[in-house]
Structure formats: structure tokens, C-alpha cells
């Protein structure tokens, strides 16, 4: 197969490369349409409080100032998973981010400006900022009711975080060795380069037109809707547009507070509004991924097979709710389905704080849940006397297996992933011959590979189009985010039909005209759009085909198409029974009855919504992948130097090497940031580093000798045999170089990020202790 394969398996640069490179994309900061106006947003100065009153006043008799809009004089639109947010808010505050004023205005300065002017008494109310204190009974409320207007008792959310699967008590009491230990994760936020922003307008009939950087616009699609209608406009309908967007990395999942505030001022002014956050409001004014608390322990026997595995979360979910309320779902892979475990408890707990309130981040709950799993996998293979690697290898998952959260197994590349990086690493010379202050660890995954029903539907529409010159117009619902979609979409196109990649267009970022798709997240979009691409293209080519028998009075099941030639199959290559493709739909489109060449398709993959017990299939396959780390450890001054970094991930087939080789670099690079460097330090609920000098994102100085490992194993049910990859990488990153810190000095760091003063002081408590 792989020798016949023409256009899949190739080195295809992004096909959106060039436009990017030399400036020519259109971002959302390039848009400006005729008459439009400039929004901006007035936060909390508090981050608790009541509000008693706002003075807009003065702010509206700015030469320039087109609105001004309160919670006061706007209808009230909810959001978020649980609808626990206003978007203008007039009762209380209960984050330093929130909104409780905007302005349009005819230039960004004077809106500025104009913000100057509005007065908002408060009354500060006591805030709650630790999620161990919040859990208290006694605690102060962040929430009095919850949306629909139920007295609330206490901050913690009512959302049912528990998976039970096998005896975990039973399995305590036959296991050999158990270890225990706690684990905190902090916040780190997504670092677009692209800041958010968003131009909304209505046209004469009060149907919105906005143009989003949205990576779910037909959902987005769903939620203005009912803003519109809280609005007084039931009825009427949203155009989202998708302009090129500077970056996602889950970011973009929900439909954000900007958003809605446009519109209101869209409507207001009936002109058309731009938002566009500036780098501070991009780092305090969007959520970022959430902090948790974790406590783990687990067990095995003397032959190192684990017997148990209960992990208990609490999780500062901040304000209000997002989707990233939800994140323990995912958080539920790893710890019920990374290597072989019988018997499996969790539990977890979002509780409100008047911190910054939490959304998605590349991984959905993965790097969390992974970090406190894998460290622990190294803590209990000490006790146990067995080398981490080999302790891996006892309890890896393989081909064929049920996990206790009911995942069904296809392909499992995780043994070979084990040891590529093993031998990358050179790991039984590592640790038999050990340096002074280097050491050696890794860290495994499992993450969903082949869509993730979270929605009712999974699916992907896609509908493809040939013109008279054999160039094919492919319009999908995908959204490129910078992954590549677009790219491997048309190198499964151009494979399927028999055509280059280049003959291929992408429409796409409009749901006026593409057909309807769940959005760019969990690692899904190369899966379903891809199958998607095949479906749709063999209708096309069956069409062409047909045709094409009746002009050479064939079987059409004996001709093919190649290199854009339509040939038969048993002929040799330069007989006359072929065709350039082009001249065959000019004869077919002007011949007596003429025709048009056009097919749709929508793919639903064939997995599961989990079941009430958050068990089910959830995914069609599921990747797997290893990262290897050698690092050296600075002893003086706490400096980690990564010395080699290993990464071998099961992608089922790489449709395109390049491309999966440039998503594991970059999540290798988030990876270790999350590890070593990254931090968004709140005091008080106050986000206190909004800026790049002082929220330390890895640069291209910092460099890191990634080499990446694709493990090939075709699943059936993958596109060409191929699984999601978007994620994954950044998944293993942390607890690796945890691992390989510990190897390398002797001490656990078990609160990310592990900063040069927390392994000085961690080693000081070492010499103390003796």
C-alpha cells in the first residue's frame, strides 16, 4: 500500500504557508469593513463586590462616542456550560476580569478614553482565593443562586466527577507495595500570537454577521442565537466568518464574553463593532488552563503488575464556568486507561473561587491528570525495586483490550513507543553508568485518536466540487487553526481521485456556505475530515468513472485515474483507451445533456457518548505515545538543561510527516514550559504577570534537541490508517522531566512549574535530612 500511495506519507509543505509567511493572510487585526466602529471593555477594579452604581455619563458625551452599554441598559444574555455568567454584570463582581461596562467609539483611543469616564461605586465583599478554603462549609459564596435562580449552599459545582470501575479497597489489601503522594498544577495560559478579537454587525433585517476566530463556529453559531434571542430577536439568524487565526491551542472552544459585548454594541449603533484585546487583556482577561490539587496513590504486586489506581481531584474552576469546567472527563483517560490497571477509583471537585475562571488548553485535563499519574508510576517502581521503564513494559496497554472505562483498543503502538525512546536514550547505559547530576526519565500517554463524542454528534460535513479543468473545490467545516488540516485533507483528496494535491482548493471558515461540523478540538480534525474527504471523493470519482466507461464503452470498474490521466486498467500505459481528466468533463459538461460534477458527504464516526458512569467507547482508536528526557541539573543555581528529548508517538499512519513532526516540536516546547518555566501568578485573584517579559514562555534561544519517533500502525478506522495527533505531544512532557530531575539529584519536585527555587530548596531539605 505505501508504495502505491502518490500524494499521503509525502512531505507536503502547509498549504497556507506562503500566504502567512509573506503577509498576505488576513487576520482578525486586519479587518476593518466601511463605518466601523472600535469596542472596549471596562473590568472590575475589585475582585469581589457588589456594584451600587454606574455613572456612564460623562462617558457618553465624548465627542466620538458612539455607546455606551451597563448591564443597566441591555438585556441580559447568559453563558458558559452552566449559564452561570452575565455578560455585562450589575449585581456583583466576582473576578478582577470581569465586565461591567463597554464603549464604541469612532477610534480605539477615545473608547479608551471614554472608559476613563464611566464611575462605578462598588462594595468590596471579602474574597476567596484558595480552593482548599472554598470547600468549607462555612465559606463565603461566590455564587448566591445558580441560573435559573435555586438558592446555592455551598461554591462547590454541581457537576457528578466520579468513575468507579473493579474494587479499589480489595485491590489495596492484595497489593505488595502501595504509594501515595500529593500533586499541584497551576495556571498557564495558551500564549496566542494572534490577540482575541472580533467584528460583529447586523444587516437591515437584525441578522449578525460576525466575523470570529472561533475554532467552533457552528456551535458558536448555536450560542449567538439565543443571544439574540434574550435579545429580542427570535428568529434571526448568525453568519459566523472565520478570519486566519493566530493561534488556538482550546483557547477558542468557547464563545467568549468580547464576543457578545460586540454585538450588543453592533446593535446598539447598528454599525459594525471590532474588539480587539490588547497583550495584557489577552493574558487577564482570558481564562487560562485550571490549577488542580491531586491526590494518588496506587499499587502492584511484587512482579510489578498494577492492581489499583484512585486518584481524588479538587480543581479551582474560577468565577464562572466554561467548558473548561468539564476537563475531568478527559482527565478520566489517563488515569482509568494508561497501561493496564483493574481496579480504578476517581473522584473530582470544581469549586468557585474569585480567581480567573478556567477553559480549555491543548490536552483538555491530560497534562494535569498525566503529571500526578506518571510521576507516581517512577514513585512506585522505586518501591517496588523495579526499573521505571521495565515497570512500563510489565503494565502496557496493547492490541485488542478493553480499558476499565470501556475504551476498546484497536492499534496500540505504546510497547514500541516504551522502547524507541528507551533506546534513544540509551536508558540501561543511563542508568547503569550514571553521570553526575544527569538523569534520565520519561513519561507515557494515552489520548483520544479518533474523534471524541462529546456532542450528540461528532460529525463532519464536507462537500467537494470538479470545474471543466479537473480542479477540485473542497468545502468543509474544518477550521484551520494552524495544525495543517487543510493541507492533509487535500493529500487525501488528491489520493483518493487520483489528482495532485495542488488541484486542490479549500473552502472553508463560513457557515453560510460550508456544511456543518463540531469544531477543531480533541485531536479530532484530521480523523473525521479526512475520512470525510475519502467518503465524498470515491462518489466523485465513481461519477467520473461512470462517465468515462460510457465514452470508451467499458466497464467502468476497469478504468482508474492517475497523475490526472483516466486510463484502463489492464491496458498498458501508452495506449489510446486514456484521457487527460480535464478534456473528459469538458466533453462530459458540453455534450447534449451536459452534467456537473458534485458530491456531499457527512461522517459521524462510530464511537460512544460515555454512559452515566462515564464509561463507553469514547473514541474510534486512541494514540499513544513516550517522551524521553535526559537532563542535566545545575546544582549551584537549580538551572535544568535538557540534554536529549525523545518523542515517539503511535500516529496510526502519517498522512504527512512534515507536518506531525512540526506539531510534536511545538507541543514538546509548550511541554516543557509547562514544566520548568510557565506560571500565571495571581495575588489576591489579580493576574500579576500580563506580559511576555514576565510570564516566561520558552523562546527560540531556549533550544531543545526534540528528536521525534512516528510509530506507524495503521488503524482500520483511521483515515488511511491514520489517528489524531494535535494534542498529545504536549502530554508526557511534564512528569518526564520530573522523572529525570529526580534521577539525576535525588529530589521529587511534585508542583509544576519546578523552578530553580523550588529544586534549591528542595535539595537543601535533602542535605538537612541527611
Known amino acids: 500500500m505505501e508504495s502505491q500511495l502518490k500524494s499521503v506519507g509525502k ?16 487576520y482578525i487585526h486586519d479587518l476593518k469593513l466601511p463605518g466601523m466602529l472600535y469596542g472596549k471593555i471596562l473590568y472590575s477594579k475589585y475582585p469581589h463586590a457588589r456594584i451600587l452604581n454606574i455613572d456612564t455619563s460623562k462617558a457618553e458625551k465624548l465627542p466620538g462616542v458612539r455607546a455606551v452599554i451597563t448591564g443597566f441598559n441591555t438585556p441580559e444574555i447568559r453563558i458558559g456550560f452552566m ?29 479608551e478614553e471614554a472608559l476613563d469616564l464611566i464611575k462605578v461605586d462598588y462594595e468590596p465583599l471579602p474574597g476567596l482565593f484558595d480552593p482548599e478554603e472554598a470547600v468549607k462549609e462555612d465559606a463565603i459564596l461566590i455564587h448566591e443562586y445558580d441560573a435559573k435562580g435555586k438558592p446555592l449552599k455551598n461554591n462547590i459545582l454541581k457537576l457528578p466527577w466520579r468513575l468507579i470501575a473493579g474494587d479499589v479497597e480489595q485491590a489495596k489489601k492484595e497489593s505488595d507495595f502501595i504509594v501515595e503522594d500529593s500533586f499541584r498544577v497551576t495556571w498557564v495560559t495558551h500564549c496566542c500570537m494572534g490577540t482575541s478579537g472580533c467584528i460583529a454587525l447586523f444587516d437591515l433585517d437584525n441578522n449578525l454577521t ?18 439574540l434571542k434574550a435579545m429580542g430577536l427570535k428568529g434571526k439568524n448568525t453568519r459566523v466568518i472565520n478570519t486566519v487565526i493566530g493561534g488556538g491551542f482550546g483557547s477558542k472552544l468557547d464563545t467568549h464574553v468580547y464576543e457578545y459585548i460586540a454585538i450588543l454594541l453592533a446593535y446598539r449603533t ?8 490588547t497583550r495584557e487583556e489577552e493574558f487577564f482577561a482570558q481564562p487560562p488552563r485550571q490549577p488542580a490539587i491531586i491526590k494518588i496513590s496506587q499499587g502492584c504486586k511484587k512482579d510489578g503488575n498494577l492492581t489499583f489506581r484512585e486518584v481524588d481531584m479538587l480543581l479551582d474552576n474560577g468565577a464562572y464556568t466554561s467548558w473548561g469546567a ?93 522502547e524507541s525512546v528507551g533506546e534513544g536514550l540509551n536508558w540501561k547505559d543511563a542508568k547503569k553508568n550514571k553521570k553526575k547530576k544527569r538523569g534520565v526519565g520519561m ?23 470538479v470545474d471543466d479543468f479537473g480542479k477540485i473545490s473542497v468545502i468543509t467545516g474544518a477550521v484551520e487553526i494552524g495544525q495543517g488540516s487543510e493541507t492533509v485533507i487535500s493529500q487525501v483528496a488528491a489520493e483518493v481521485l487520483g489528482v495532485f494535491p495542488e488541484d486542490i482548493q479549500i473552502i472553508k471558515g463560513d457557515t453560510s456556505i460550508c456544511p456543518w461540523d463540531v469544531g477543531t478540538h480533541a485531536s479530532r480534525q484530521a480523523f473525521v475530515s479526512c475520512n470525510a474527504a475519502i467518503m465524498v471523493a470515491n462518489k466523485i470519482k465513481k461519477e467520473i468513472l461512470d462517465i468515462a466507461g460510457k465514452y470508451f464503452n467499458v466497464d467502468p470498474e476497469n478504468l482508474d485515474i492517475k497523475n490526472r490521466v483516466i486510463y484502463l486498467k489492464d491496458e498498458p500505459e501508452n495506449s489510446e483507451k486514456q484521457m487527460p481528466l480535464d478534456k473528459l468533463l469538458r466533453r462530459a459538461h458540453f455534450s447534449k445533456h451536459g452534467t456537473m460534477i458534485m458530491a456531499e458527504t457527512f461522517y459521524d464516526p462510530p464511537n460512544e457518548m460515555l454512559n452515566q458512569e462515564f464509561k463507553g467507547n469514547l473514541s474510534c482508536t486512541y494514540a ?13 543555581t537549580g538551572h535544568v538543561e535538557i540534554k536529549k528529548y525523545f518523542a515517539a508517538h503511535d500516529v496510526g499512519r502519517a498522512l504527512n510527516p512534515m507536518l506531525l513532526e512540526g506539531q510534536i516540536y511545538g507541543a514538546a516546547v509548550m511541554g ?43 488503524d482500520e478506522l483511521g483515515p488511511l490508517g491514520a489517528k489524531g495527533i494535535g494534542e498529545p505531544a504536549c502530554v508526557p512532557t511534564a512528569p518526564a522531566i520530573a522523572n529525570a530531575i529526580h534521577d539525576a539529584i535525588g529530589v521529587r519536585i511534585k508542583d509544576l512549574p519546578i523552578t530553580p527555587e523550588k529544586i534549591l530548596k528542595a535539595l537543601k531539605e535533602k542535605e538537612k535530612k541527611g
Open 624 to 636: 499513544y505515545g513516550t517522551t524521553g528526557v535526559e537532563v542535566e541539573v545545575d546544582t549551584e
Open 210 to 227: 460576525i466575523y470570529s476566530i472561533t475554532q467552533i463556529p457552528f456551535l458558536a453559531q448555536n450560542d449567538f442565537n439565543a443571544a
Open 11 to 26: 512531505r507536503v509543505p502547509k498549504v497556507d504557508a506562503r500566504e502567512k509567511v509573506t503577509g498576505r493572510a488576513i
Open 443 to 465: 513519561s507515557s500517554l494515552i489520548h483520544v485518536g479518533g474523534g471524541a463524542r462529546v456532542y450528540k454528534s461528532d460529525g463532519h460535513g464536507m462537500i467537494m466540487k
Open 326 to 418: 468539564t476537563t475531568p472527563s478527559v482527565m478520566m483517560v489517563p488515569i482509568s486507561s494508561l497501561y493496564k490497571v483493574p481496579n480504578i477509583k476517581y473522584t473530582a471537585r470544581s469549586v468557585y473561587t474569585n480567581n480567573i475562571y478556567a477553559q480549555a488548553m491543548r490536552g483538555y485535563g491530560n497534562p494535569q491528570a498525566t503529571f500526578a499519574v506518571e510521576s507516581s508510576m517512577d514513585i512506585l517502581a522505586e518501591a517496588a525495586g523495579i526499573d521505571p521503564m521495565e515497570f512500563r513494559l510489565i503494565n502496557v496497554n496493547l492490541p485488542g483490550e478493553i480499558t476499565p472505562q470501556n475504551f476498546k483498543v484497536t492499534t496500540c503502538g505504546l510497547k514500541e513507543c516504551i
Open 83 to 111: 449559564k452561570d455568567q452575565p455578560v455585562l454584570k450589575k449585581d456583583k463582581v466576582r473576578q478582577y476580569r470581569d465586565e461591567v461596562a463597554a464603549v464604541a467609539a469612532i477610534d480605539p483611543d477615545i473608547a
Open 672 to 714: 516543557t514550559g509547562y514544566a520548568l518555566t510557565e506560571q500565571l501568578i495571581l495575588k489576591q485573584g489579580k493576574v500579576m504577570n500580563d506580559n511576555f517579559l514576565d510570564y516566561k514562555i520558552l523562546t527560540a534561544k531556549d533550544k531543545i534537541p526534540i528528536v521525534p519517533i512516528l510509530v506507524e500502525t495503521i
Open 270 to 277: 447598528r454599525k459594525p463593532v471590532k474588539i480587539l484585546f
